[in-house]
Antibody, heavy 124, light 110 residues
Framework: EVQLLESGGGLVQPGGSLRLSCAAS????????MSWVRQVPGKGLEWVSI????????YYADSVKGRFTISRDNSKNTMYLQMNNLRAEDTAVYYC?????????????????WGQGTTVTVSS | QSVLTQPPSVSAAPGQKVTISCSGS????????VSWYQQVPGTAPKLLNY???KRPSGIPDRFSGSKSGTSATLDITGLQTGDEADYYC???????????FGGGTKLTVL
């Protein structure tokens, strides 16, 4: 069974930094693109970033471009999201999600496994 | 405001059928694959449909997706109280190089 487990959330001041982790098990990690998706409580889903299986390709939502960096360590079956210059509007539950193939630039297979989420609160 | 438009809410009685729409344009739905997600309050989203109309293993055939032109729909038949959730359509927009989610539809089973 494929499982994803996020960690690293917490309370941070505006302008601060935080690094989220997503540990995967039960799969050949490098064979799949991975995404971060966030959700403000009571609001809809917002895609944040995606990284291909080999880490050669990364894409970001305009709202986080230049502030967030996605990465992965396939030897550790773990994906990361480095979040810098955090703003109040970044406050959300952050989910990691697995793609259906290694390529980042296809939506054909959807995001088929999701973690339980980790909460990020940006507040002074 | 998402470029994929969903009705904020739909409702129906147990056993009935409900249709959730996802409206877009040629540049988004028209040229990309649609997937659908179910999110029961307090839990993570779950993939219901991918590649416009395919179900992952373990998803009942009560959940049926389709796409025509610039719109997609998710039909749920034989409604159960456990189907009460928020439902989202999504695409990988190849012109934006970004995933885009619809605004979500809250399903109430009366």
């Amino acid at each position: 069974e494929v499982q994803l487990l996020e960690s690293g959330g917490g309370l941070v001041q505006p302008g601060g930094s935080l690094r989220l982790s997503c540990a995967a098990s039960g799969l050949t990690f490098s064979s799949y693109a991975m995404s971060w998706v966030r959700q403000v409580p009571g609001k809809g889903l917002e895609w944040v970033s995606i990284i291909s299986g080999s880490a050669a390709s990364t894409y970001y939502a305009d709202s986080v471009k230049g502030r967030f960096t996605i990465s992965r360590d396939n030897s550790k079956n773990t994906m990361y999201l480095q979040m810098n210059n955090l703003r109040a509007e970044d406050t959300a539950v952050y989910y990691c999600a697995k793609g259906g193939v290694a390529a980042a630039g296809t939506g054909r297979y959807g995001m088929d496994v999701w973690g339980q989420g980790t909460t990020v609160t940006v507040s002074s | 405001q998402s470029v994929l438009t969903q009705p904020p809410s739909v409702s129906a009685a147990p056993g009935q059928k409900v249709t959730i729409s996802c409206s877009g344009s040629t540049s988004n739905i028209g040229n990309n694959f649609v997937s659908w997600y179910q999110q029961v309050p307090g839990t993570a989203p779950k993939l219901l449909n991918y590649d416009n109309n395919k179900r992952p293993s373990g998803i009942p055939d009560r959940f049926s997706g389709s796409k025509s032109g610039t719109s997609a729909t998710l039909d749920i038949t034989g409604l159960q109280t456990g189907d009460e959730a928020d439902y989202y359509c999504a695409i990988w927009d190849s012109s934006l190089s970004a995933w885009v989610f619809g605004g979500g539809t809250k399903l109430t089973v009366l």
